[in-house]
Structures are given as structure tokens and as C-alpha cells.
């Protein structure tokens, strides 16, 4: 039976009425992603069309969703909010603070250990606010919430960017900020920037050694990595039907990759299969009833040019298998092309790890496709040349792989099965004996392959395929291998040719699972306590920001003008960094040290602009602040992109700096800095980026006057005196202005519960 059976009734009992009062206005058929969208308005009795792209809306989300990283901080600000009880359905996973060294079972026996304070604080805080509570070990949030929590039609958002995953069962499923979270915990709604759409037409089907994977890659290669930023992607067509639920899922988790806003495919059997197997019989029961309103109008389909903003079309008869990277996930390589590119590049052939599992591919039919590579390399005395780690997707994947062999074949080829958790691909990974400065190759299934993303390493060449990929390429030991062509050598001498991979798309004898790792909340948890030691260095009870003295800010000096790409792994790295997300001053020592100084290309040195010194990033900043200095802090394209981390944003407000400006935000690191109090702003003119010195003084001349779509202005002064004003763009509204002068969102929500 499905978790919150009666809210998802509630959603199908109102969904046909409000998608007709939407149809209506429109005066055109509707998309599947416009149906979820006018049918989760805040407001149900809506009477305005919404300009994709432009107009900011209130939604309604059905469910929230946290992973423990970033739970710590959004559950910190939730006991701010006033509130006894979250609104909402809410679930805590944790899955980010297991460090993958040793083994599932020592390494999950050490993360209850080292983190013990983290997890019981988030399991008491879940118990006191009626929120589900998955344990350390249980599985990685998206697998979980797809296995269990996840319904066509519904809208659910997420503190994590990969929360797009449960797209592939046909849920508007977003990744937001903590601070978002919060809101729609509390019972508030919850704002976005009404989405264009991009539609995906898939026509034929996957065939040997292609795999859903290879539609993402494809497409990340087409759209790049900001391509998607502001566009709901909308897969449809014959091909998109014949793909698993998994599979649909695997490339709505990589469409954060492309900045967008999610992905989805419509409501088909696969889907309904996929229910039906992880016991949610009474969902498509449910479902049954709307069945045609789980998909986009049948026009839409045949004039797709007329309904999206923009079409790709993909023949997947025609599509090769395909490796992404290294150091982005856009990158893309057809794998018969690799020989050359490897050579012309320059890029380490030794693959020295594969690495299979993540949030997107861990899946049964992951395993099962990847184990059947696997046999045959045992089958025929094949010899593996890398190092092999598999990261199963969940408790109840991993005990039925183990029941059904898929984790024996593994293990038979020495691979290390790491716990039910994101491990390496989230940075925490132990890999031991690894020369820091050595280039090399690794290879996997995981999403982001930024630099020192996995290892810490800034010399990994991190490659992104399919399960089934990374297990022939780690066969190989070659990042230039091609299964489709290439042979192996045996024990025996003998060429070996691999065939494609089969798996099964469900297990045939069934799910199962012993324990799945969930402790539901009490009805009534008013009398918990919840209880934080203030000498402890891993949680830190929050103080409110300070709110806006409305005058303009003046004299303020240049913290940092990033160079290039600033990901969130940039402004607030992840790895052992983890530790300190529940202790905002703690983790602040991180605060863009991984980002690059334009004016000296080194990471973690800037100008003290008082005393002339070099030195740490947050050092610096921590000396501004003491001494009551106003900064900014300057960046290039899509700004933010990556992890929705809210901690990139909060760090920055809580060591004291006002402004960030850039070229172009991706869209949840925009967000958040609005959320917590910051000023968010972009260059009119994107080569107004020049024109910023490292000595250079700032003011900001008429931000008294600060108000929805006026341009604000920047005089600059530079070190000679000379001044020049250039002008600066917002994307505030009205109610994200209400933020700024109080401080932040959450001071806003806050004074309204007193």
C-alpha cells in the first residue's frame, strides 16, 4: 500500500475539474507539465493565464522531500518557523554522510558512529514534526522516494537537485533550497518562475549496448549544461513508451545536469508495471479514473512545434552509446569516437576505478544489465583491469539483488558493495592510496563529474556512461575501449568479444526487502525535546539575519571576481566538508575556496584589500566583517550551477557579504540567495565583467529605490578615482523584495506566525 494513499486521491479527485477551468482559459490544449502546474496553484480558483518564463506563481506542492545533508539546515530553519507539525507529507533520508572506504557494513557501523549526533538529531526533530524518518543504510532519497512516494500527476519538491528523478514516474518533482522547503512545510506557498517547456520527441527503441542513459547524455550534449535553466523537459513519442519506469527516471535525474527546472514523461505501462511491482496497486487504481489527463492532449502530440517552446527530436534506433566528461557532464563522446578523442585530448586511457550506483543508476534493472557484463567476464575467465565499486540504490534493491545473485557476480570479481548510500558520487569517497597529483581516469555512473567532485582529486579525469558502460570499460581497464568492437584477451589467450547487456526491467520473484529502514513519526510529538549542545561542532542552533537598514550601500569593497565555472561544489564544497552542514559558522571556513580568482588564477587566495595581504578566501572575509567593511562578490555564467546546497548561499550572509553579481544565475542558487537576504543581481551588460578591478570601491547609488523590474545602478570606482556607473538586473519580485528587508524569507514567515 502507498504512503499518503489519501492525499493522493485528493490530487486525482481534483485534477480533471482544475485542468478543464485551466483548459478553458487557455483555449488550447494543454501539456502534461502545464496540467500538473495549473493544478497545483496555490490559489485554486485562478483566473490568469501565466507567461512561461516570466510571471512568478504560487504553487501547492504535494510532498517535501530532504536529504540529511541538507536537512540539517532546512530542519534548523523549520523549528524558527512557529510551526507543531509540518503541513505537508515530509521525509528525511540519509544517504550523503556515509563515507564509502571499506564495505557496506564497516563503513555503515563508522558513519552511526562518526555521525551519530547528526542522525539523532534528525530523527528526533522528524519525530517531534510527523515527519517519515529513513535510516542511515535505508537507500539514496530518489531511489526511495520512486520506490515509494512518488505519483503521476502529484508536484513534490526536494533539497536536492536530483529530486527531478521521480519525473520518471510522471511527478513534477523540482529541487529547491532548504528555505523553500521550509515554506511549504509551515503551510505556505511555495514560488517559481512559471517554466517554458522543451519537448523531447523519442521515436523507436534502445537496442544493444544503448541504454536510457544515452538519451541524457545525448541530450546534455545538445542543451549543455545551462541549456535547460528556466524550461520544464517534456519527453513524449513511441520511444519514450518503450522505456522502463527506471529509465524514465534516470534521464529526469540527469536533467538538472542541463539546468532544468525537471523532467518528465507521461503516465504509460511501464509506469503502471513499476507500481504495481513496488506494491501500489491502490495507486494506479487511483490513477485509473484520470488516466487521460496523465499525459498531454492528444494535439499536443501531433503539432508538438505549437505547444513547447522549443523540440528535440531522437531517434533511439539510431543512437550510439556515449561517455560524457571529463570535469563536465556535457561533454559529450559517442563511444566509437573515443579512441580519437582520448588521443587528441590527451586524457588518461587507464581507467583506474568504475563506479556503479548513484541516486540516477542503482536501480534493479541497473544491476541486473551491469551483472550480466559481469558474467560474462567470469563466464569466460576475463580477468577485470580496474577497480569496481557499486553503490545499490536502496535496502529493498540491494536485498533482492542479493536474493536473485546479482550482487554474488560482483563480489566474484572482487567489487567493493559500498552501502546503500551516494557515497563517491557526493564526494565522500576514501579513496586510499591515491597520488593527489597524478593524473587519471575514472569511470562511472554518477551525474557530475566536476574537478575533485568524487576524490578530492583535481587531476581525476571523471567520465559519465551507463552502468553497463563503466562495466565493460573497467573490463578493459581502457577509458578507449569499445564493447561493440573491441575484444578482450583471456586467461587463456583467447579474444573475447562481449555481447549486449540483458537485464530484467523488475525483478521477476518480486521486490523484497527484510528491513526497509523507515521509522514512521508518532501521531503527537509536542512533548519531544529537541536538544543541541552548544559546544558542538557539527550543529549550531541559527540566529536570525539581520534585516535591510534601507539605505544604499556604499563604499564596498571586492571579496572575489570568480573566474569561469563557480558550481556550488565551487562556493560550498561537499566531501569531508559534509560534517559541518547543521553548523553555519563551521562550514563557512569553506566558503568559496574552491572558487578561482580572476586576478591571480589560484584558488583560496585573495586580496585583503585593507592591509594588502593574500590570503584564504573566508579568512579575508571573516576580517571585512569584523571590521564592518561591506563585499561583494562577482561570477560569470550560470553562476550556482549544481547541487542546490543552500549552504552556498547562506555562507556568504552569514560571514557578511551584501551583493553577488554575475553574468547569469542557475536558477536554484538564485533562489536561495534571494531566500536568505542577498542581492542577486546580473550585468545589463555581460561585459561589464571587465570592467571590474580588484582594487576597485562600489556603490550602489539607488538601491533606496529598489523595486520589481527597475534596473539598479552600480557606480565603480577605481583605484585612480576615476568612476564609472554601469547597470545592473534583478529578477525580484514584489514578495522576494518583503524578503530582502527583513533579512530573509524565513524572518518574513517567522513574524507571521508570531
Keep these: 500500500m502507498a504512503f499518503d494513499i489519501n492525499v493522493i486521491k485528493r490530487v486525482y479527485s481534483e485534477m480533471s475539474v482544475k485542468i478543464d477551468k485551466a483548459r478553458k482559459l487557455l483555449g488550447r490544449p494543454m501539456t502534461l507539465s502545464e496540467k500538473i502546474l495549473y493544478s497545483h496553484l496555490w490559489d485554486g480558483n485562478n483566473e490568469k493565464i501565466f507567461e512561461r518564463g516570466s510571471d512568478y506563481v504560487d504553487f501547492g506542492p504535494d510532498r517535501v522531500t530532504c536529504q540529511d545533508a541538507t536537512a540539517q539546515m532546512a530542519l534548523l530553519q523549520f523549528m524558527q518557523a512557529g510551526k507543531e507539525k509540518v503541513s505537508v507529507p515530509t521525509t528525511v533520508h540519509c544517504d ?32 517531534k514534526y510527523g515527519i517519515g524518518f529513513w535510516k542511515p543504510g535505508a537507500g539514496i532519497i530518489h531511489q526511495v522516494i520512486l520506490e515509494n512516494y512518488a505519483f503521476p500527476g502529484g508536484m513534490m519538491i526536494g533539497t536536492d537537485s536530483h529530486t527531478v528523478n521521480a519525473g520518471g514516474l510522471g511527478m513534477v518533482a523540482i529541487g529547491v533550497g532548504g528555505a523553500d522547503a521550509v515554506d511549504v512545510m509551515a503551510g505556505m506557498p511555495w514560488e517559481l518562475k512559471f517554466p517554458k517547456l522543451i519537448g523531447v520527441k523519442l ?14 547524455l545525448k541530450v546534455a550534449g545538445i542543451l549543455t549544461v545551462k541549456g535547460g535553466t528556466g524550461y520544464i523537459i517534456e519527453y513524449f513519442g513511441d ?101 580519437a578523442k582520448v588521443e587528441s585530448e590527451g586524457w588518461p586511457n587507464e581507467i583506474q576505478w568504475g563506479l556503479i550506483g548513484s541516486c540516477t543508476n542503482s536501480s534493479y534493472e541497473d544491476l541486473s544489465r551491469a551483472a550480466s557484463i559481469a558474467k560474462q567476464a567470469l563466464d569466460n575467465k576475463i580477468k577485470i583491469k580496474s577497480k569496481l565499486g557499486i553503490n545499490p540504490g536502496s535496502e529493498q534493491v540491494r536485498y533482492t539483488a542479493e536474493r536473485d545473485g546479482i550482487i554474488d557476480i560482483f563480489e566474484k570479481l572482487e567489487s567493493k558493495i559500498f552501502t546503500n548510500a551516494c557515497g563517491p558520487c557526493i564526494g565522500q569517497w576514501n579513496r586510499e592510496g591515491e597520488d593527489k597529483s597524478e593524473k587519471n581516469s575514472i569511470i562511472h555512473s554518477f551525474n557530475r563529474n566536476f574537478a575533485k567532485r568524487a576524490d578530492g582529486n583535481p587531476n581525476t579525469h571523471a567520465f559519465v556512461s551507463s552502468p553497463e558502460m563503466v562495466m565493460a570499460v573497467a573490463l578493459s581497464g581502457k577509458l ?18 562481449l555481447t549486449p547487456p540483458i537485464g ?65 561544489d565551487h562556493i560550498s564544497m561537499a566531501g569531508p566538508w559534509l560534517r559541518f552542514r547543521g553548523h553555519l559558522d563551521n562550514i563557512s571556513d569553506n566558503c568559496l575556496i574552491g572558487a578561482v580568482n580572476h586576478f591571480n588564477m589560484k584558488t583560496n587566495s585573495v586580496k585583503n584589500l585593507i592591509t594588502g595581504d593574500y590570503g584564504p578566501v573566508p579568512e579575508t572575509q571573516r576580517f571585512y566583517k569584523k571590521n564592518n567593511i561591506d563585499t561583494i562578490v562577482v561570477g560569470d555564467h550560470n553562476y550556482g550551477e549544481g547541487s542546490s546546497r543552500e549552504h552556498a548561499a547562506m555562507e556568504p550572509r552569514h560571514l557578511g557579504i551584501k551583493v553577488v553579481i554575475v553574468k547569469s544565475f542557475a536558477r536554484i542558487h538564485e533562489t536561495n540567495l534571494k531566500k536568505q537576504g ?77
Design 504 to 568: 530484467d526491467e523488475l525483478p521477476s520473484k518480486g521486490f523484497a526487502c527484510e528491513d526497509n529502514g523507515y521509522i514512521e513519526p508518532p501521531v503527537d510529538g509536542k512533548d519531544i525535546e529537541i536538544i543541541i549542545n552548544p559546544e558542538s561542532q557539527r550543529l549550531q542552533k541559527l540566529e536570525p539575519f539581520l534585516p535591510w537598514d534601507g539605505k544604499n550601500i556604499m563604499n564596498a569593497r571586492l571579496l572575489i571576481k570568480a573566474h569561469g565555472k563557480c558550481t556550488t
Design 239 to 339: 520511444g519514450a513508451e518503450s522505456l522502463s519506469c527506471t529509465g524514465k527516471g534516470t534521464i529526469c535525474n540527469m536533467g538538472a545536469e542541463v539546468g532544468a527546472t525537471t523532467s518528465i514523461f507521461a503516465y504509460d505501462d511501464s509506469m503502471e508495471r513499476y507500481l504495481i511491482s513496488t506494491d501500489r496497486q491502490d495507486v494506479v487504481e487511483a490513477a485509473s479514473t484520470i488516466k487521460h489527463e496523465l499525459r498531454s492532449d492528444d494535439e499536443v502530440y501531433k503539432n508538438p512545434e505549437k505547444y513547447y517552446d522549443q523540440i528535440i527530436e531522437i531517434d533511439l534506433d539510431k543512437l550510439s552509446p556515449h561517455i560524457n566528461g571529463p570535469f563536465t557532464p556535457d561533454l559529450a563522446t559517442p563511444v566509437s569516437e573515443m579512441k
Design 480 to 497: 578507449d575501449f569499445n564493447p561493440l568492437t573491441d575484444k578482450l584477451m583471456n586467461e587463456d589467450g583467447e579474444e573475447i568479444i
Design 678 to 754: 542577498m542581492l542577486a543581481l546580473t550585468f545589463d551588460n555581460e561585459s561589464d565583467y571587465d570592467k571590474i578591478q580588484e582594487e576597485d570601491t562600489f556603490n550602489f547609488i539607488d538601491l533606496e529605490s529598489f523595486s520589481p523590474s527597475n534596473q539598479l545602478s552600480l557606480e565603480i570606482v577605481h583605484k585612480d578615482q576615476s568612476k564609472e556607473i554601469i547597470k545592473l538586473n534583478h529578477t525580484f519580485n514584489s514578495q522576494q523584495i518583503e524578503w530582502y528587508k527583513n533579512g530573509s524569507a524565513l524572518n518574513l514567515i517567522k513574524a507571521d506566525n508570531l
Design 203 to 216: 521515436t523507436g527503441n534502445l537496442n544493444g549496448w544503448t541504454s536510457a542513459k544515452d538519451v541524457i
Design 96 to 127: 550523503h554522510l556515509i563515507l564509502a572506504q571499506s564495505g557496506a557494513q564497516k563503513d555503515l557501523q563508522n558513519a552511526n558512529k562518526v555521525s551519530s549526533e547528526v542522525f539523532n538529531f534528525l530523527e528526533s526533530v522528524s519525530r
